[in-house]
């Protein structure tokens, strides 16, 4: 998670003209009528969401797209994980990615903080802010919780892990404990660098996060149907 190296994994020019083209107003009379309109959904990150060490297609962004679609969802998911980015670097990029148009942002953060040792209250308060933007915008926003290795520094843990309860009751969004439970830790699962997932972790990883994003998208049905 500490790479300097950007991966690219979308074409903005592409995706601004396909993302711009969504009919809103279409959207709100088809979940009246109960037929699920799609939409876009982002995933911000780190390189744990750009799919370092995998092919674009393992990364968990298209398997979850494939799930969504496979099961009736007609959902566009946006890869824009960066390798190496804290989260000031999501922050800072946060308007820009705005830009897209999502309707739904799930958001994972936090680990290169933790392994730079960047303090707990800047870390919270970076999250929050990027949480707050994209509320202000009408953006569902899906925060995904992070955790440290066993062998850093207690005190610093426990305040770590805080952060994400902490953020998503304040800014009452929906928290995924855990980003990669059951993937973490396992060498079977997980590339030689021990931190970044193998195609088979990104499986479980899509497939841990999948009821969360079926909550948000039901939420987004039910905002559509009272506009």
Same mark, same amino acid.
């Given at each position: 998670m500490?790479? *300097?190296?950007?991966?690219?994994?979308?074409?903005?020019?592409?995706?601004l003209f396909?993302?711009? =083209?969504y009919d809103? &107003?279409?959207?709100?009379?088809?979940?009246?009528s109960?037929r699920d309109?799609?939409?876009t959904i982002? $995933?911000?990150? *780190?390189?744990?969401?750009?799919g %370092?060490?995998?092919a674009?297609r393992?990364? %968990?962004p298209?398997?979850?797209?494939e /799930?969504?679609h496979?099961?009736?969802?007609p959902?566009q998911v946006?890869?824009?994980?960066?390798?190496?980015e804290?989260? @000031?670097?999501?922050l800072?990029?946060? *308007?820009?990615?705005?830009s897209? /148009?999502?309707d739904m942002v799930i958001f994972?953060?936090?680990? #290169?903080?933790?392994l !730079?040792?960047i303090?707990?209250?800047?870390?919270e !308060?970076n999250?929050?802010?990027?949480?707050r933007?994209?509320k202000q915008?009408?953006?569902?926003?899906v925060l @995904?919780?992070?955790r440290m290795?066993?062998s850093f520094?207690r005190? +610093? #843990?426990? @305040?770590f892990? /805080?952060? %994400?309860?902490?953020? @998503?009751? &304040?800014?009452?969004?929906?928290?995924i404990p855990f980003?990669?439970?059951?993937? $973490? =830790?396992?060498?079977?699962? #997980?590339q030689g660098d021990?931190?970044h997932?193998?195609?088979?972790?990104?499986?479980?990883?899509?497939e841990n996060?999948?009821? +969360?994003v079926i !909550?948000?998208i039901?939420?987004? &049905?039910?905002?559509r149907?009272? !506009?």
């Amino acid at each position: 998670m500490t790479e *300097n190296i950007t991966i690219p994994v979308i074409s903005l020019v592409l995706l601004l003209f396909s993302v711009n =083209g969504y009919d809103r &107003k279409a959207s709100a009379g088809e979940a009246r009528s109960g037929r699920d309109p799609g939409g876009t959904i982002l $995933a911000i990150g *780190n390189s744990l969401t750009a799919g %370092y060490g995998v092919a674009d297609r393992e990364a %968990y962004p298209a398997r979850l797209q494939e /799930k969504l679609h496979a099961a009736g969802y007609p959902y566009q998911v946006i890869n824009a994980g960066i390798s190496g980015e804290t989260s @000031a670097g999501a922050l800072y990029r946060i *308007n820009r990615l705005l830009s897209l /148009k999502p309707d739904m942002v799930i958001f994972e953060t936090g680990a #290169n903080d933790g392994l !730079q040792s960047i303090s707990t209250e800047r870390v919270e !308060q970076n999250i929050n802010e990027v949480v707050r933007i994209l509320k202000q915008q009408g953006v569902l926003v899906v925060l @995904a919780g992070m955790r440290m290795f066993p062998s850093f520094d207690r005190q +610093y #843990n426990t @305040a770590f892990v /805080k952060i %994400y309860p902490d953020v @998503a009751r &304040k800014q009452e969004v929906i928290l995924i404990p855990f980003f990669l439970q059951g993937v $973490a =830790g396992d060498s079977r699962l #997980n590339q030689g660098d021990g931190i970044h997932p193998t195609a088979e972790g990104y499986r479980i990883i899509t497939e841990n996060l999948y009821p +969360y994003v079926i !909550q948000a998208i039901e939420e987004l &049905k039910r905002r559509r149907a009272e !506009q």
